[in-house]
């Protein structure tokens, strides 16, 4: 009698497979990195290099030494997994901490739960936030963009806009004269500001979120919660005190949000498999990332909000189940 075996997740109800989805995600992420190396020139690309082949060699020497199982490098997740890790950090960090970071997403955060599949948390995500927490100095300190630069560590560096925004809130200044400290909408669109070198565009991000729509990649689902569960708790936000907290654009174009709501909150393995889950995931991830960035110690929580819901997927696929073929309602 034939066994029918079902893999462990990423589960995908198309003809996708997990390397052609995986390729297809990088292939999104593609102009981003392109305004990344623009803005940041060779920091954006010797960073993003050392993250890729760090994850791939680990997730190989993990496998083939340790495992002793068949390496799969070649599905594209370590790729996918480096390039977002890059993408989540500054463009000028000591390359030895990218090295760290990979090391953690990979051996820790992925393979220590058996690879692809089994990994409960986001690994790009658990690499930068272990990288935070342990070099907080290096992993906030932010090259200002420039038209091709060709500095790496020595380039001029500054803060983010959330990072005005909270300095400048602490200090007791209107939101009024913050927002003349910060880049303009149009910066922000173009990708002309400070931050981490894969989130400063968003256009370039929302290029990505339709060509992942339009393959079938990914649903619209996660990332239109999360964003409009911002958009509406800062919208309630600033109509109640217009001058201490900032509207629902600059939360949306600034900081990390674009990048993690289409391209880290939608990961198969670590969010919810239902549609009603996923609209619960991605408005919880909205509300959690907006409480830190407001209330928290942080200028930006994307990463910890995704972390947090990232844990609660279990018990979201638990008790957020759709209806079963042929099942009777009571």
């Not at 906030?140 to 925004?165: H, R």
């Not at 990914?218 to 569960?229: E, N």
């Not at 907006?290 to 930006?300: D, N, S």
Request: with cysteine; hydrophobic share 50%; glycine share 10%.
């Amino acid at each position: 009698m034939s066994k029918f075996i079902v893999s462990p997740s990423p589960h995908i109800h198309s003809g996708n497979s997990v390397q052609k989805s995986m390729y297809g995600v990088i292939v999104a992420l593609l102009p981003a990195l392109a305004v990344s190396l623009v803005f940041f020139g060779l920091g954006a690309l010797i960073i993003t290099l050392t993250a890729i082949l760090s994850c791939v060699i680990f997730e190989y020497v993990i496998q083939k030494y340790l495992l002793k199982g068949e390496p799969t490098i070649l599905d594209g997740s370590a790729i996918l997994t480096g390039l977002l890790l890059a993408f989540n950090v500054p463009s000028n960090l000591p390359i030895w901490m990218m090295v760290v970071g990979a090391a953690v997403a990979i051996g820790i955060a992925k393979m220590t739960f058996g690879g692809l599949g089994n990994n409960p948390f986001n690994p790009a995500l658990a690499g930068r936030v272990f990288m935070l927490i342990s070099f907080p100095v290096h992993m906030t300190s932010w090259p200002k963009p420039e038209i091709l630069p060709l500095t790496y560590i020595d380039a001029v560096t500054g803060a983010t806009p959330l990072g005005i925004m909270k300095e400048g809130l602490a200090k007791g200044d209107s939101l009024t004269n913050i927002m003349t400290q910060i880049p303009s909408f149009t910066d922000m669109l173009i990708g002309k500001m400070g931050g981490s070198l894969g989130e400063i565009s968003a256009i370039a991000l929302l290029i990505g979120f339709v060509y992942l729509l339009w393959k079938k990649i990914i649903t619209w689902h996660i990332p239109v919660s999360v964003i409009g569960a911002v958009a509406i708790f800062t919208a309630i936000l600033h109509g109640a005190n217009p001058q201490a907290y900032a509207g629902p654009v600059f939360h949306i174009f600034t900081g990390g949000l674009l990048l993690g709501a289409i391209f880290m909150a939608t990961d198969y393995v670590t969010s919810p498999m239902s549609k009603t889950g996923m609209l619960i995931y991605g408005t919880m991830i909205g509300v959690i990332t907006i409480l830190i960035r407001v209330f928290g110690a942080y200028p930006e929580g994307v990463s910890f909000a995704i972390l947090i819901m990232n844990a609660f997927t279990p018990l979201i696929n638990k008790y957020i189940k759709p209806k079963r073929y042929g099942e009777i309602l009571k």
